[in-house]
């Protein structure tokens, strides 16, 4: 590995997503052309997909890449010609996204891992051979819960980290009811064995048991690590960002502080053992889970060098901490927050606020906030938003409604920050869209024919699809329902459907055996729907269960945030002093721009790279463009029109003393994307 290369998932395990390449610059960038692009074409007919989110890694002249449809590729990096192919699906389909693979190198041999459902595949970097002296056959079971006996459903969604023979693994887990605990593992990069375990739902005398009812450890799920790790390989810490514990908004089952959800976790990278934790969100019901691993950079304060690592999160604040201690370098201050008022919540009285630097994204918003493109909108919008509970971003969801903002998929994102680590300068996008959050109780279905293979379906439903397809099986956004299945497709359809997974659903073919006919008979029940008793102060847990409406953008009637712009931005911000550089709308529709307005921002998916080049390269955003800007002032220096959405992470890499930049896009409309593709720039050759 040369500073040449983008070995490592965000450039390296720093996660700074930085590049010390110069070639390319603010004078020459406007040159940039496509060098090549390489299309997978491995897209069945009827697949469609959100994102690809891929961040490709490039070792020598050898790039690793997973397409949307989730084959493992090595292609030439300098003309992007296929080397080889890995399908680790083994038949199965869908699964969710998959943001990149692990490389490793030892005893003379290379590998690249690669995630798929449930399994991590161990294949040979130099043949695309499975390497099957790694756990069984060349894989391991992330299902297998070792040491403990409960049925868990794990897969990778942001590829593990190396520290020296070990490749470090946190997971993707549902965010309902039943969800797996969020174990972080280090297994053996050779054998595929097990090495070690830390339970971020402690066990019985772990550091924060008593943070949670006594049972937690072998009944509640979540606080996992979905969003990758940084590594500090000269001290040996890994560093872990959670998510929050499930269900995402509501916690009258987990009553507690809920450690270690939401956390920051410095491990021993050898041993698992916790150094130190920093708690940013108490009892979260907010689903504000730390969206990506954090920046290591070091900082100057008070004319002191300190390691320091920043945590950017979705609600727009950065945890800047030193990075040996855990303690904050900028005062954190713990305030009083509103208390839910669901019955048998409580709801955590204080949350901590970061004096600086200030929020990236807008924490509230009230009438003068809402957008007025159109007059109808806007009065209608009025109604809504003053019949919302909002103070603040931590104001407990509810049964008339709250307004969740910046919301689940606001301030950070999974692309994390970029940071220089020549200035200690800190590059993040934001996006700004609220969202509406709303918690009821449902009635549940009585099916007197079949009750008892009914009610074993709907609490296999309730664990695995309502994340998903909603408690009221009426679908959550582009989820569809699943009432009247048995209008659209037969049994063996719908069974067909479990087993190989579509989209972003997982397949559950292991998960389905032997319990085909409860799952029917939930799925194909006539039923008397539905709705819907409220909460009404009892909780009759026996005939009811629990509907959770969250992730809802709340638009106007042009279908957008009902918030006036900027819908996205990108910012740039000094972490010595905790001051903004600058700070940019990101993305623009020309349609909406009102004249003499600054550009409108968008919506926006996938992190910046920063380079010693001077530059700032985003795409990110829904309207097909990849940019790059001058990092000291935000000026846009060039842009150009993908073949599609580049919603991932750009990566930068040089080859024969040309430098090029890539990045993964997802061709299609919207968010209902068809195709993936990798378009590679440089400038021109000679
Ligand atoms: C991660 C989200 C997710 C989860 C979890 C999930 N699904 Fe889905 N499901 C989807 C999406 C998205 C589609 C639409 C796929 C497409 O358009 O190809 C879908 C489609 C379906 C369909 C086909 C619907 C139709 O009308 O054609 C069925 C049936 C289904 N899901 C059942 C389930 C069941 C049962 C579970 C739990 C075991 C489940 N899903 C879990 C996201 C999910």
Request: glycine share 10%; proline share 6%.
């Amino acid at each position: 590995m040369t500073s040449n290369d983008w070995p490592i998932y965000r450039g390296g395990s720093d996660a700074n997503n930085y590049s010390p390449l110069t070639q390319v610059n603010k004078d020459n960038v406007k040159d940039l052309q496509e060098a090549w692009t390489f299309y997978p074409g491995d897209e069945t007919e009827n697949f469609r997909f959100w994102k690809y989110e891929c961040n490709p890694i490039v070792i020598g002249e050898v790039m690793y890449i997973t397409s949307a449809w989730r084959r493992l590729y090595a292609i030439n990096a300098s003309n992007g010609e296929k080397i080889w192919e890995f399908d680790p699906l083994e038949g199965a389909r869908g699964g969710g996204v998959l943001r990149g693979v692990t490389y490793w190198a030892g005893d003379g041999e290379q590998r690249i891992f690669v995630a798929a459902n449930n399994k991590l595949f161990s294949v040979d970097a130099k043949t695309g051979q499975i390497d099957s002296l790694f756990g069984d056959r060349g894989r391991i079971d992330l299902n297998i819960d070792e040491g403990g006996n409960r049925d868990i459903m794990v897969r990778i969604s942001t590829p593990g980290i190396i520290y020296k023979d070990l490749i470090i693994l946190g997971g993707a887990v549902s965010e309902s009811s039943g969800a797996a605990p969020g174990h972080v593992r280090a297994y053996n990069v050779r054998t595929g064995a097990l090495v070690w375990t830390f339970h971020t739902i402690p066990w019985p005398g772990e550091e924060g048991y008593e943070t949670w009812p006594q049972n937690a450890y072998q009944n509640s799920g979540g606080a996992n690590n979905w969003a990758g790790m940084s590594l500090d390989e000269k001290r040996a810490i890994v560093y872990v960002p959670t998510g929050s514990p499930t269900y995402d908004y509501y916690g009258a089952d987990r009553i507690g502080s809920n450690l270690f959800g939401n956390c920051i976790i410095a491990l021993n990278a050898a041993t698992g053992a916790l150094i130190w934790y920093y708690q940013t969100v108490h009892h979260d019901i907010w689903d504000y889970d730390l969206p990506a691993a954090p920046n290591l950079i070091t900082v100057e304060k008070d004319g002191k060098k300190i390691d320091a690592l920043a945590q950017p999160s979705k609600m727009g604040f950065i945890y800047v901490l030193n990075r040996e201690t855990g303690e904050p370098i900028f005062p954190i201050e713990e305030k009083p927050v509103p208390a839910s008022k669901i019955p048998g919540e409580q709801s955590w009285p204080t949350q901590p606020f970061p004096s600086a630097p200030k929020s990236f994204a807008r924490q509230s918003m009230t009438v003068d906030d809402l957008a007025e493109f159109s007059a109808e909108s806007f009065e209608t919008n009025k109604k809504i938003l003053n019949g919302l509970w909002h103070e603040g971003i931590f104001t407990p969801p509810d049964t008339p409604g709250t307004l969740l903002f910046p919301g689940s998929r606001g301030g950070a994102e999974w692309g994390g920050a970029a940071g220089d680590v020549a200035t200690g300068m800190l590059y993040i996008n934001s996006n700004e869209s609220p969202e509406l959050g709303r918690i009821s109780r449902v009635r549940k279905n009585q099916n007197t024919a079949n009750e008892t293979l009914f009610g074993a379906g709907q609490k296999f439903y309730l664990t695995y699809c309502a994340s998903c397809h909603g408690a009221d099986r009426k679908g959550i956004e582009a989820n569809p329902s699943l009432l009247d299945l048995n209008k659209r497709l037969k049994q063996s359809e719908i069974l067909d459907k479990l087993k190989i997974g579509s989209a972003i659903m997982p397949s559950f073919a292991g998960l389905i055996k032997g319990k085909e006919d409860q799952i029917l008979a939930f799925l194909t029940e006539t039923g008397k729907d539905v709705p819907v008793g409220l909460i009404d102060g009892i909780e009759d847990t026996s005939t009811t269960y629990l509907n959770i409406t969250a992730h809802g953008y709340f638009l106007d009637t042009l279908g957008q945030p009902a918030i006036k712009p900027p819908w996205g931005t990108l910012n740039a911000i000094d972490l010595n002093t905790g001051d903004f550089l600058w700070k940019i709308p990101l993305g623009n529709d020309p349609e909406l721009q009102k004249p003499g307005d600054p550009p409108t921002g968008i919506e926006n998916y996938g992190g910046p790279v920063v380079t010693a080049g001077g530059l700032v390269f985003i795409a990110a955003t829904l309207d097909s463009m990849f940019r790059a800007f001058d990092k000291d002032t935000g000026k846009l220096l060039w842009e150009i029109k993908l073949p599609g959405n580049g919603l991932a992470t750009p990566s930068l890499y040089m080859i024969n003393g040309r430098q090029y930049i890539v990045i993964a896009v997802s061709i299609g409309e919207n968010l209902n994307h068809v195709k993936s593709a990798v378009v590679a720039f440089a400038l021109p050759d000679g």
